[in-house]
């Protein structure tokens, strides 16, 4: 099943801001050519701005635009991470 949100936010801090909650749950980080990573946490605005500050970070290397998100509760979020990561295959989820 795929992320709920079906077009991307532009992954930049302003947007972050405006869009991502400060909420629990599930996000995606991609480009226009493949999907980036996929993650899980407590605070989705949190971790996609620490995303976009860690400028040597094998996701920020792979030149990423856009992100979507689905807010849900902690018990959930591993196993539709899991999920989502199966359907979608990100570079940066998959193990060398």
Do not use: K
Request: proline content about 9%; aromatic content about 8%; glycine content about 8%.
């Amino acid at each position: 099943m795929p992320f709920n949100q079906l077009i991307p936010q532009a992954l930049t801090p302003v947007i972050v801001y405006a869009q991502a909650p400060t909420a629990s749950g599930v996000y995606g980080i991609s480009n226009a050519r493949e999907w980036i990573y996929i993650g899980e946490t407590d605070n989705i605005r949190g971790a996609l701005l620490a995303h976009l500050q860690d400028c040597g970070a094998p996701v920020m290397q792979r030149q990423p635009t856009g992100f979507v998100f689905e807010v849900c509760e902690q018990a959930r979020r591993p196993a539709r991470q899991d999920q989502l990561v199966l359907e979608y295959g990100p570079r940066c989820n998959r193990r060398p």
